[in-house]
């Protein structure tokens, strides 16, 4: 098992940055594909980036690409989602999922933390 706490998130104005981390417990964080998922009230889950067990092999949504990097550093168990130009379409409560299937074969992750709030105001 695998335990994560989110931490990072906060009030930005549009067009600012934040950095999210999401650390991760135990001594196997590099046998985890990891991922940032976000929702917004109302609104249904998203899936907006996703990192291999290396960290070479990322994807984004199409609403974040070229705006948002998903990383990780397997010697600090911590997976990061720097988060560039925001809209305050970004605001959502964002989550960070572990699983341990590959990427790509994950329909639904195994472990999730709590979250945390990004508000973008504009």
């Known amino acids: 098992q695998v335990q994560l706490v989110e931490s990072g998130g906060g009030l930005v104005q549009a067009g600012g940055s934040l950095r999210l981390s999401c650390a991760a417990s135990g001594r196997t964080f590099s046998s985890y594909t990891m991922a940032w998922f976000r929702q917004a009230p109302g609104k249904e889950r998203e899936n907006v980036a996703g990192i291999n067990r290396s960290g070479r092999i990322t994807y984004y949504a199409d609403s974040v690409k070229g705006r948002f990097t998903i990383s990780r550093d397997n010697a600090k168990n911590t997976v990061y989602l720097q988060m560039n130009s925001l809209k305050p379409e970004d605001t959502a409560v964002y989550y960070c999922?572990?699983?341990?299937?590959?990427?790509?074969?994950?329909?639904?992750?195994?472990?999730w933390g709590q979250g945390t709030q990004v508000t973008v105001s504009s």
């Open positions: 999922a572990a699983d341990q299937r590959v990427l790509g074969a994950i329909r639904k992750y195994d472990y």
